[in-house]
Structure formats: structure tokens, C-alpha cells
């Protein structure tokens, strides 16, 4: 198992230099709006008037606070206040703000002078926590620079566009399934609350914190930030779904298999979402099996979790695309992971402020979506939560990084994209909490945005949806997202499946690398034809066997040498499986096997199962091994 960022690696190899910036947008109305003539309570929440004295039963009317300087708690914390402007003078940067105080977070509030409200030039619509205006990731203004360069406008998660309609994941719990969460940290706690809900795999307790032990690991803490740190408190930057709740489950720390098979369906009642930024170790090249129990805690999490309607489950497509500190040449595909590749589980891939797929992020056909991750702490990274003071990666005074030790600027990896991607699940279910996990992936698909507009890898399937290999779908967009899920219609009906019989080739591949050549391709074609008839894939299985000589080193079969390619019905094409290189023979031959080994494929979404399936396998890498497509077979799941 390892954790999915590429950070640590990084940073032994001295190139963790971080970058940052700052900048929020803007918007001019017209008129000033309304102010709200009454708050809403929330259980615990004090409220407080204008002339600072406590209203228990939030009746006041037109709460207007000054934010800033000044605004203190018992606690240390800050008010916490609506996003939707209503005018007064002071907050940040020179620019006039007016907002309404809903709710403080415990403890009394000091007393600090109203402001009068008048109608500003303009109105940032960020909040008042200082490292929002880092985080491109969330709204990229084209302002904030990296040490490579400035973040390209845009190319963010839409986040902002989705708050605005009134939705920040409110109703909806995150399990983030990590090394720990620092779950009394000043920008986590109040998400977090005192549930009882959270488990340490260690200690059998309900704290998940980190290992008390390691000072230097935080990255639980960092994905939780990611997925829902809270918005508008006065400290640190937000969380994609800034008022969602978590729970956090530690079993990376112990990760047996019956602890990761716990995980994915502990609390499933309560539980929406689940982000997992861990997996198979990254650059070996080897294929790395899910186990059976893991598999059916999933499928039970699907089919029985949050009423029935189905935990959405996150995962990290993978940091092994260069093939990492263990292997330079060996170039891992999702598709070799058989956690980020199975049915039910999103893989998310990364891209960077470019918006260009992260040097390191796997690709896969089974990605789902992508999510920002950065590059390298050196060029530019995320912001987000880090374990409280000097512990975890920041110690406050870790060169490139901020002084405040509680946060860091150098959170990268598809371990980042996972949580992102799964902020934004919470938000569709703030909106529309009656979607099924079924639902919430198709809009995500529809949704998502098709970054990198000009790649070669594009291509528009019989569904009518982009997909790429590199990116799945595209960016996750949650502005889009939402309008999709407040305008979709009846969920989806009973999901179908159909196994295609066993096709069994027994045919030869040529072996032509010698050539420099790509090889010959041995081709099998099936005629599918389902009962009852799935008009609309949701998701297809490719179970493959392949078997090849030994060569170099003994009884090591050579799988990485074999190109794969699946085609559909409507001609569109993925590759499950790419020539490539392993760590375990010095950089050559893998040990691992395509014996009944189970792809899995998301560029069919949309289409007609029926028709002609086309397999092609060619061996391309390495000389001296003639393999043998042996047989293979197909599974379709949809409607």
C-alpha cells in the first residue's frame, strides 16, 4: 500500500521548492440586496447583535459585522458568516464588503463595532480566510503564480459557481479512508464534530488522529482539508464542500484485510461519500490484485449504503505514469491496479494548474474523472490543511512552505485530485441528496469539463460523451454539476449486467520488437448480444488471459510486453493495457500475469451494448517470448 501523492519522493530528491500567490474574483451588482430579516439556528451556535450582545434565538434582524482584525473567540475562532454579499465597509485588500453573521462556533464572541452598509465598486466574493486566495485549485483567477509560472484562469473545480447556488455539502458526510486525521484541527473540527463516528484501526478508539509516533506524516489530515476545511472562520483556506461533515478511519495504519474491507462500509448508513488517496505501490509496472473481501465491501456499500441509494466511492487513479523512485521507465497504468479499477469505485486522475495531466497521474480507461493535483512543490501545489503546529509536512519553518505549521502549500498527487473530486460528490448531494451512486456518475460524467481541448486523446464515444485516457471524462465541475443534478430527472432504473461466454482464442503473438516495431496483432472479435437488452452501458469488465515464454529471467512471464486495445459497437476505442517495463527484473521482464485478469473500462458510458466487441493484443517490448492470447470475455453493466 502506499499513500498517493508524490510529495515525499519529491522532496528526497530535493525538488520540493513551493510555490503560491494570491487574488479572488470579483463581481459588480446592480442593486445591494435585501438584507435577510431572520437567521436560521443551528444547534450549539451562538448568535450575535450588532451591539454584541448574544441572541440565543437568532432572531436578530440584519446581523451586520465587521470582519477582520479584531473579531476574536474564546476558542480562536472566527465568525462565521454567509457568503452572499450584503454591504459594509472593511475586510480585505482595500475592496468594500458587507456581510450577515449567521452563526459563531462555540464560545462568546467579543464585542467589535458595527459597520454601516453602503454599495461597494465591487464585491470579492471569496471569503475571509486568508489561504483562499492560494488555492487555485478552487478558483483559479490567473493571478496566482507558482515558481514555474501563474495558474492558468479557469483551470479550477468550479467550486465557487456551486456555493454561490447555495449548495457547500451540507447534510453530507466524508469518510476519508487515510494514515489519520488531526480531527481537533482549527480548520477541520467544526466538520468534524463529536459524532463518535470516526475509528482508529490502532487503537480501537473514535480519535483517527495520525500516528502519535511519526511527527512528519500528515496525509490524511492534508486529503481531509482538501474534501471540506471549513469556510468563513477566519483561519486556514476551505474545503471543496466547506460544510460537509467527516469522519475519518485511519486503516492505512493498519491495513489488513479485514480493516480496508471495514472501512469502505463502516457507518455506511451515515456515510455519502468515501475518498481513498492510497493503493498498490506506484512505478513497478506489476498488476496488483484487489481482494476478494475488499470487492464485496464495495458492492455492499453500493447496494446497501446511505438508505440503499449507495456510497460513492473515491479513489486514487495512481502517481506511477513516470514510474517513480522505483522504476524510471516503468510507467504504471490505473488499469493494473485492481482497487482504482473496479466496478463502483471512481479512479481520479490529476492535472496541474495548466490543466494539463500532472507529470505523474496515471492514465487508465477506467479514470472516471480528473481533479486538480499540481505538479511538484517546486512549481506549484495545493494548499490545504496540515497536522496542527510543527507536526506532519509543514513544520513551520520547512524551507518553500508557510510559516503557519498548521497548513502547507505542498499537497500533490492523485492523493490531492481524490478528495477534490469527492468534495464535489458532496455537493451534488447537498443539492440533490436523493440521487443514486449510479445518478451522481453519470452527471459527473456529463458535467465534467473537457480540459485540454486539444490533446490527441480525445474522442466523442456512441454515447455522445469526450473521453480520454489521460483525464476519463475531464475535470470535475461543480458548478455544472449541480445545475445537472437540480435539473436530472427519475433516477436511472434497475441496474442490468450481461457476461459475454468465454471467447477462446489460443492464438499466437507475434513477437517483432526486435524489429523496433509495434508487433502484429492477434485480433478477436465476439458478437454480443444482451437479454434483457442494455441500451445504455454504465460500465464494462474485460477479463483477459494471456500467457508468455520464459525468457530472460526464469519462469517470469513477460505481461508488460502486450499492448491490449478494446473497441465497441460505435468504433470507440480505448487501450487497457500498454507495453511497458518492470522494477522487478532490473527494469525488464514483470512477474505478474494476465491470467483472468479484470480491466476495467468507463469510455463506453452511454452506448449500446449490442454488436461487435474487437480485442487486439500485440507484444512489443522484449525479445525471445512468443505469447498467446488465450481467451476473454466481457461484462456490462447498465440500463
Not at 436560521?40 to 451556535?45: I, L, P, S
Not at 483562499?132 to 483559479?140: I, T
Not at 460500465?539 to 519462469?555: L, M, Q, R, S, Y
Amino acid at each position: 500500500m502506499v499513500k498517493r501523492l508524490v510529495l515525499a519522493t519529491l522532496l528526497s530528491a530535493g525538488l520540493a521548492a513551493c510555490g503560491g500567490g494570491g487574488g479572488g474574483g470579483t463581481t459588480t451588482p446592480a442593486t445591494p440586496p435585501a438584507a435577510p430579516t431572520a437567521v436560521t439556528a443551528v444547534a450549539g451556535d451562538q448568535y450575535v447583535k450588532v451591539d454584541g450582545t448574544v441572541d440565543p434565538a437568532a432572531t436578530a434582524v440584519n446581523l451586520y459585522w465587521k470582519v477582520g482584525t479584531g473579531v476574536t473567540k474564546s476558542n480562536g475562532a472566527k465568525l462565521v458568516v454567509t457568503t452572499a454579499p450584503q454591504w459594509h465597509t472593511g475586510l480585505t485588500n482595500g475592496q468594500q464588503y458587507c456581510y450577515v453573521v449567521t452563526a459563531v462556533v462555540g464560545g462568546v464572541e467579543s464585542a467589535d463595532s458595527a459597520e454601516a452598509c453602503a454599495t461597494p465598486a465591487a464585491v470579492n466574493m471569496a471569503v475571509d480566510d486568508p489561504f483562499f486566495a492560494e488555492q487555485w485549485h478552487l478558483l483559479s483567477t490567473g493571478t496566482q503564480a507558482g515558481a514555474s509560472g501563474v495558474a492558468a484562469a479557469g483551470e479550477d473545480v468550479r467550486a465557487q459557481g456551486a456555493w454561490t447556488q447555495g449548495y457547500k455539502g451540507q447534510g453530507v458526510r466524508i469518510a476519508v479512508v487515510d494514515d489519520g486525521i488531526e480531527a481537533y484541527h482549527e480548520d477541520l473540527a467544526s466538520n468534524m464534530g463529536a459524532n463518535g463516528l470516526s475509528y482508529n484501526y490502532v487503537t480501537g478508539t473514535s480519535d483517527p488522529s495520525n500516528d502519535p509516533t511519526d511527527t512528519t506524516s500528515g496525509h490524511g489530515t492534508m486529503c481531509a482539508g482538501i474534501a471540506a476545511a471549513r469556510d468563513l472562520n477566519g483561519v486556514g483556506g476551505n474545503g471543496v464542500a466547506p460544510r460537509a461533515t467527516m469522519v475519518g478511519y485511519n486503516a492505512t495504519l493498519n491495513l489488513t484485510s479485514s480493516n480496508e474491507t471495514d472501512a469502505m462500509t463502516r457507518n455506511a448508513a451515515d456515510v455519502s461519500v468515501s475518498s481513498n488517496s492510497w493503493g498498490a505501490a506506484d512505478g513497478t509496472g506489476e498488476l496488483a490484485a484487489s481482494s476478494s473481501t475488499w470487492k464485496s465491501a464495495i458492492t455492499t456499500g453500493l447496494t446497501t449504503g446511505r438508505g440503499g441509494k449507495g456510497i460513492l466511492y473515491f479513489w486514487a487513479a495512481g502517481n506511477g505514469r513516470s514510474g517513480g523512485n522505483a522504476c524510471a521507465n516503468c510507467s504504471d497504468n490505473s488499469n493494473y491496479d485492481g482497487r482504482a479499477n473496479y466496478r463502483g469505485v471512481m479512479a481520479v486522475g490529476a492535472v496541474n494548474d495548466q490543466g494539463l495531466q500532472s507529470s505523474y497521474s496515471e492514465s487508465g480507461a477506467n479514470l472516471w474523472v480528473s481533479a486538480p493535483g499540481g505538479e511538484f512543490c517546486s512549481t506549484h501545489t495545493i494548499t490545504t490543511t496540515d497536522r496542527t503546529g510543527t507536526l506532519g509536512h509543514n513544520s513551520g519553518s520547512t524551507a518553500g512552505d508557510y510559516t503557519n505549521g498548521n497548513y502547507t502549500k505542498c499537497m500533490n498527487g492523485t492523493s490531492s485530485a481524490t478528495p477534490g473530486a469527492a468534495g464535489v460528490a458532496a455537493l451534488v448531494l447537498s443539492a440533490k441528496p436523493t440521487l443514486g451512486w449510479r445518478d451522481v456518475r453519470i452527471i459527473l460524467a456529463q458535467s465534467a469539463r473537457q480540459n485540454n481541448a486539444g490533446d490527441a486523446g480525445w474522442f466523442t464515444n456512441g454515447g455522445g460523451y469526450h473521453f480520454n485516457t489521460k483525464y476519463g471524462f475531464g475535470v470535475v465541475d461543480a458548478n455544472a454539476a449541480v445545475t445537472a443534478a437540480l435539473a436530472y430527472g427519475t433516477n436511472v432504473g434497475t441496474e442490468l449486467t450481461y457476461t459475454t461466454p468465454t471467447t477462446t482464442v489460443n492464438g499466437t503473438i507475434a513477437d517483432t520488437a526486435t524489429s523496433g516495431t509495434y508487433g502484429t496483432a492477434t485480433i478477436s472479435t465476439m458478437n454480443v448480444t444482451t437479454s434483457p437488452t442494455i441500451a445504455s452501458i454504465e460500465w464494462v469488465e474485460a477479463t483477459v488471459t494471456i500467457t508468455a515464454g520464459p525468457g530472460a529471467v526464469a519462469n517470469s512471464y513477460y505481461s508488460g510486453d502486450f499492448g491490449i486495445q478494446l473497441t465497441g459497437p460505435s468504433g470507440a476505442t480505448t487501450m487497457l493495457a500498454l507495453p511497458h517495463v518492470c522494477a522487478a527484473d532490473n527494469f525488464g521482464a514483470c512477474t505478474t500475469t494476465y491470467t483472468g485478469w479484470v480491466f476495467g473500462d468507463a469510455a463506453h458510458l452511454g452506448e449500446a451494448a449490442n454488436g461487435n466487441w474487437t480485442l487486439a493484443v500485440a507484444d512489443a517490448i522484449k525479445g525471445g517470448a512468443t505469447g498467446t492470447l488465450v481467451s476473454w470475455k466481457l461484462k456490462f453493466y447498465g440500463h
